[in-house]
Structures are given as C-alpha cells and as structure tokens.
C-alpha cells in the first residue's frame, strides 16, 4: 500500500496547492475543474481501508441538513424574514418558483451551495481515508511548503512589479485570494507548518531544512505584504503555541534538545525584530490600533454590530437555517445595529454564517467532528515527526479559532489547505484493514462529483443544463454591455431572476428599462420597490432611481421613491437629502415634494432653506413657526442654521418682526439686526447692537512713561513699525486724543498683518465721535472671520 500512500499523498497536495492557485477557488470556473479533478481521482484512486464511520456520518448529516432547504415551507409565514419577502417585496412568485413553497427561498443558489458543500465534505473524507506513512507525511508537508513559498514569491514579484496574475482577484494585487485575510491565513497556516520542518530536518542532519529556511522568507514577505493583521497574529500566535506546547525530553533536560529548543526560540525572535523594522504599512496598521485602543474604530464596532446582527439572524431559523447561498439577501433587511449604506456579503464569522443557513445544530456536529479529530491526533508521543505533527495541530487550532472572526472555512482554497493538514495531523492507524466497500463507496462519491462538475461547467458554456451563479453572471453582462435595448434588459434580467429570485440589483436593471417603454411603467414602479425593500439601506439606490424617473418626466414617481429612501435611510438620510437638494430644479414637482417632506423634518428644511426661493423659504419658515413658535424643540446649532437660512433667502422684515418678539433668541439674532437697522439707515441702532453683543478682544495696556509727543515723533520717523504704532495709538486713547488716534489707526490699516483689534478700537472711536455710519463700517471689518 506504500506506492498508492505516495501517489494519494502527491495528488492530494497538488490539489490543494491548485485550488490555492487558481485564485484562491471562490469563482464556480475553478470549483468545477476541483470538483472534476477529485472526481477522476476518486475513481481511479480509491482508498481502499476501512472508513472511519464518525467522519462519514457527520459529513451525511450535513448534507442532509443542507438538503432540508428543499422540504415544503411547514406554514406560509413561518419566519420573520418570509413574511417580509411577501409584505414589503411583494415576492410570492419568488418563493414559490419551484412549485410548492419550499424553505429557501432560492432553489437553484441552494442547490449550488449544496454541490460545493458536498465537493468539500467528499474531499475531506477522502483524505482522512489515506493511509498517510510517516515519511509520506513529511515530505507531503515540504511539498505544501514549497509549493506554497512559489506562489507567495509570484505574489511578491507581482505586487513590486506591478503585474497581475490571471486568475487572481485581489483589489491592490497582494495576494491570490480577492479577500487578504483568506491570503493571510492559508500562509500562516503553512508557515507555522514550515517552521516546524526546518528544525525537525536540521535536527536530523538534512539538508532540505536550508531550503525550508529559505521557502520561510517569501511566505513571509507576502504576509506582510498581505496587509492582514489577523495573518500575523495567526502565525506568531502559532508559533508561540508550537514553542509552549509541553514536551517531556525537554523536561528531561535532555541537552540536544534545549539546544535546537533554544536556537527555533532564537529564530522567533529575529522574526519578530525583522517584522518590527521592515513591517511596513502592515506593521502601521498594528501601531494605529493600538494607539486607537480607548477609542475603537469604526470598522471594528461595524464588525461588531455584524456578528450581533448575525446572531439575531440565526435564531430566525436555528434547527435547519435558511438554506445555503440566501444568507446576504435575508440578512440585508434583518440588520439592527448594523444598518449603514454597506451591504453585509457574510457575517465575519464562519460558525456564524453556517448556524444561519444550516442552523446551530450543523456548527454542533462540526465541533463534533473537531473533537473526534483531537482525540485522534492527541496525546502526542515523543517520537520521530512529533514536531511536524504538533505544528500541524496548532495549524489546525488556530484555523478554527480563526473562524470566529472570520470566513476562511467557506473559501475552497483555505479549507482544502485546513483539511490537509488536518488530515497529516492524524497518526497512522496501526494495522490497517482492507475493505471492499471503501472503493466502492468512493467511486460512487467520485461520479457524483463528475456529474457536479458536468452540471457547473455546462452551466459556465451555457449549455441547457440546470441554472447557477455562471447563469445570473451571463445575464448581467448582457445588462452591462454598451447601448443595450429595454427588451433586451428586460429579458436577461428576467431570466437571472429564475435562478435568484432576491437580487435588487436585477429588478432595479429591469425597472430602468421598463420606464423607456410607456406600457410598462406599473411593472417598473413594482420592480423599482421591490430593489428599495430588498437593499432598503443604500439609500444611493433611492436617489438614483429617482433621477431616473425624472429623467423621463415622471416627477411623482421621483418624489415617491425618494421619500421611501429618506424613510429607510435612518442616520443616512440627512445627508441623502441634501443630495437629493443638489439634483432639482427651482418650482419643479420634485422640489415640491422635497418641500412637503421638509414641512415635517426640521432637518430637512434645514438643508432646503439655504437654496430656497422667497416664496419657498416664507413658507417653510411659517410652516415650522406655526408649530413651534419658540422653536424650543430646535438645538442652538439648529436655530443658528435657521437664521442664516431665513435671513439669506426668506422674508428679512418679517424676520425681524419675529425676532423682536422673542429677544431669548437675541444672543443668536442680534447681528441679523444690526444689519436690518443699517440696511434702514440706522447707524446707530446697529452700532448699539454690536457693541452690546460684542466680546471685547483682548487689547494691550500700555505701560510707557514717555509722552505722546516722543511717541509721535518716533512713529512718524518709523511709520512700519508696527509695535511703535501701537504704543502711540494705546498712549492717544489712554489721553483722550479721539482724533490723533483715528489718524494713528488710519496708518497702522497700512502695515501688514496687523492686528484684528485695531477694527474693534475703531469702531469705538467713531462711536465716541457719533460718526455712526463709519462706526457700523468698522464694526463690520472686525465682524468679518
């Protein structure tokens, strides 16, 4: 049995290494060349020792669990979020597409969800059936080290040469994996594995160890390049774990031991110091979180409030969840202390999203399946590879406690990674026994799955076979392409939504193309709302939509969809509003129907006020007036906002009719006065304003015991000096010298950077002379910001 150990233990590794490399596997391309891959393999390569039968059951009960989906609904509005679906989106269609009403409310995503569900459990089984020797283990693990160390350096090279990888989807190209922590993970995960390796083959005299040492710096380098903190941690947090794991040789003080103990504690500690000096923007990210500490960020409350959103979510459906592939459209209208204008693709953890579309019992039997695998792995014996097996175990570990935080488990590419060394942890069985029914068992398991790949690549070609994600992608295209005709829309549309029936984004497509054609507008009013219920927190959706309806004189429609987004928008709407301000046009039906919103939100009218004709603005301010006249439910900042508002655009006697009325309002009113008086030619009065209202700037006292004359007589000499200037004028006034002063300051007006006050000194000179007019002209100056 050693050569089929070899050869299941070389596939097995390529194949992790492949669905690694083909971007990390996320795409439906890639997941059918894995499924049909393990497929061939299965049948070629069978195992062919007994199964162990807790594994095989657990795997069963999943996929029967994820089968469930498909049972008849128990009662027509059983959960909350169903009787939303047919409430607010008015979807009975939707949820009842494949005849009676099942319990996913889209079939087909589910069945998909179910095939990837069952390629994962297949590929584990598989490997926890090989018959893994000792040494097959170990240089199976160098094969995954080094295989992984050539993808990360092709990273590398890709990120400092500015070259993409086909295939690989990360946004600022650092890795394989479109998410970075999936990027991270999977080389954490290995590293901890390769740093194992380099001290269990120099111990032993290999020289390999030299090249896993050297395969250690590029899974490094695109660590950090990775930008994911979670990845460090992962891997010194692993490390650490693999150095305090108890070992009894070493309690022996068994003196080669503590040696190679001492030097793999050494190599920590360069590679904590390397990453502390060259850790760049990844080593940033951790020096702002901690000096964040006391005030956590928003992404981390956002984080936060998913998992507690999630939580909620789950207890929706706790025995058999919501079925695989709806989580993000269902949860997109449960969210409570989520809710912001970002969708939530999945919850930040992978218990969580399973205990929402398969329910908790399902996160049960994975834990299940996670302490039979302990018990089998655990205690370790002091023997040859204990150090490689005991990395593995840690890998392991750290992967599952990585779940809580994150989804690397629903990744094929990571998990493939977890589950190989998963299944290098478990020590050989002993004597093994033969069986006939293993093969079997796994070529029927292999044709299975070539039928799944069958089915998903047909579907990618577009061959007439059952529909998946690739069916919904080939519609949107035809959507997205240049200059495409309503009818065309309205059909590629339309056939995405057989397959899933809760994506917004295809009704909203379909409503702009139903609003070119005049006989189908109460089709795109309906398609329209059910977008706005199924994403009821992108308030950006409402605004759109409403330019649109405007776009083709359909104003009412605007307004409507445009008061249902305000209503939605929660902490988001004040600012959608006054984006929506910035879209209308003066004495227009939109306008007016922003008015109207604005009579009963004094945010709002806040916002219109600013942009509002004479006509608008007086009847806005009467409206909010009429129904509190002391405006005592307004906070300062909103009376301010108020009377800029109402003096700039609105009735400015009549303003001031209210004002005189209400003088508590004075401390905030009393420059739209002074200004009303000087507009009347009443100098005085807005003098008197002013100076009443005022703060007296701090001015300084002169403390010269020269006489006004020397003063003059240096000032004139040095007519830019400016502190001269100022002692003569300080000495002018202190003397009672009104005149001289004025002339004092009418030169100092010529120095540059002079001080602010001097405006402030005179207006109460020209106070003083009843030159009100000029008065009021030097009160405005110091007025100015």
């Not at 290098?424 to 069986?435: W, Y």
């Amino acid at each position: 049995m050693k050569p089929r150990s070899s050869f299941a233990c070389f596939t097995a590794v390529l194949f992790t290494l492949l669905a690694v490399a083909l971007g990390g596997s996320v795409d439906l391309p890639a997941q059918a060349l894995l499924a049909a891959l393990a497929g061939f393999l299965l049948i070629l390569a069978p195992p062919r020792v007994a199964l162990p039968s807790r594994p095989l059951l657990i795997a069963g009960v999943l996929l029967l669990i994820a089968l469930a989906a498909f049972l008849p609904e128990a009662g027509s509005y059983s959960t909350p979020w169903r009787e939303y679906l047919v409430r607010e989106c008015q979807l009975p269609r939707a949820i009842d597409s494949a005849g009676p009403w099942l319990r996913t409310p889209q079939p087909w995503l589910t069945a998909q969800g179910c095939g990837l569900l069952l390629l994962g459990a297949v590929w584990g089984l598989y490997l926890i059936a090989q018959p893994w020797e000792r040494e097959d283990r170990m240089r199976a693990g160098e094969f995954l080290v080094f295989g992984i160390a050539f993808l990360a350096l092709t990273a590398v090279l890709a990120f400092t040469l500015h070259f993409h990888v086909p295939g690989w989807t990360q946004e600022q190209n650092r890795g394989w994996f479109p998410n970075r922590n999936q990027t991270a993970d999977v080389l954490a995960l290995v590293g901890i594995v390769d740093y194992a390796l380099i001290f269990d083959r120099l111990r032993k005299g290999k020289r390999i160890g030299y090249f896993l040492l050297l395969a250690l710096f590029p899974i490094l380098i695109e660590l950090v390049i990775s930008y994911s903190r979670a990845g460090i941690l992962l891997f010194f947090g692993g490390v650490l774990i693999w150095h305090l794991w108890p070992r009894p040789h070493l309690a022996k003080k068994n003196p080669a031991s503590l040696k190679w103990f001492a030097l793999s504690a050494a190599l920590t500690l360069v590679l904590v110091a390397v990453f502390l000096t060259w850790g760049g923007s990844t080593l940033d990210r951790f020096q702002q979180q901690a000096s964040d500490a006391n005030t956590p960020s928003d992404f981390l409350d956002f984080r936060g409030a998913i998992q507690l959103d999630a939580l909620r979510f789950s207890a929706q459906s706790p025995i058999l969840g919501v079925g695989l592939g709806n989580f993000e459209p269902l949860f997109s209208f449960s969210r409570i202390d989520s809710i912001n204008g970002n969708r939530a693709i999945h919850p930040e953890s992978d218990w969580l999203w399973m205990a929402c579309e398969m329910g908790w019992p399902a996160v049960i039997l994975i834990f299940a399946g996670f302490i039979w695998w302990l018990r089998r792995v655990l205690p370790l014996e002091n023997e040859r590879g204990e150090s490689m097996r005991r990395a593995l175990i840690v890998a392991v570990i750290i992967f599952m406690i990585h779940g809580f935080v994150d989804v690397s488990a629903h990744r094929v590419g990571s998990l493939w990674v977890a589950l190989l060394i998963g299944a290098f942890a478990v020590p050989p069985r002993g004597k093994l026994v033969s069986s006939t029914v293993t093969p079997i068992l796994f070529r029927g398991l292999g044709v299975l799955l070539l039928v799944l790949a069958a089915w998903w690549g047909g579907s990618i070609a577009g061959y007439p076979t059952p529909p998946t994600t690739a069916t919904v992608a080939r519609n949107k295209a035809i959507i997205a392409t240049d200059n495409p005709s309503p009818a065309a829309i309205i059909s590629a549309a339309s056939a995405a939504l057989h397959v899933a029936p809760l994506d917004w984004s295809l009704y909203y497509d379909r409503g702009l193309a139903e609003i070119a054609l005049t006989n189908a507008i109460d089709s795109a009013v309906a398609d329209f709302a059910t977008a706005r219920a199924l994403n009821p927190y992108w308030i950006a959706l409402t605004i759109e939509e409403g330019q649109a309806w405007s776009a083709v004189g359909q104003p009412d429609y605007a307004v409507d969809a445009w008061s249902d987004g305000l209503k939605r928008g929660g902490p988001l709407a004040h600012e959608a509003f006054r984006q929506m301000t910035g879209l209308v046009q003066i004495h227009t039906v939109e306008r007016q129907g922003l008015a109207t919103l604005a009579d009963d939100n004094v945010d709002y009218l806040l916002l219109l006020l600013p942009s509002s004709p004479l006509d608008e603005a007086n009847e806005l301010t009467d409206h909010l007036l009429q129904d509190d006249p002391t405006l005592h439910t307004l906070s300062a900042a909103q009376r301010a906002q108020l009377f800029d508002g109402w003096w700039k655009q609105g009735d400015q006697e009549r303003m001031m009719q209210v004002v005189r009325d209400h003088p508590e309002w004075d401390s905030q009113t009393w420059l739209y006065q002074a200004q009303f008086a000087a507009e009347q030619s009443d100098f005085q009065r807005a003098c008197e304003i002013a100076a009443k209202h005022v703060e007296v700037p701090v001015i300084p006292q002169s403390i010269t015991t020269r006489s006004v004359d020397d003063l003059a007589a240096d000032f004139a000499a040095n007519p830019d000096n400016l502190s001269d200037g100022i002692v003569l004028l300080l000495a002018q006034m202190k003397s009672g010298q009104t005149d001289p002063a004025l002339d004092t300051l009418r030169a100092l007006a010529k120095i540059p950077d002079n001080p602010h006050y001097l405006a402030y000194i005179a207006a109460q000179l020209l106070t003083e002379k009843g030159e009100w007019e000029h008065a009021w002209n030097a009160w405005q100056f110091y007025l100015q910001p």
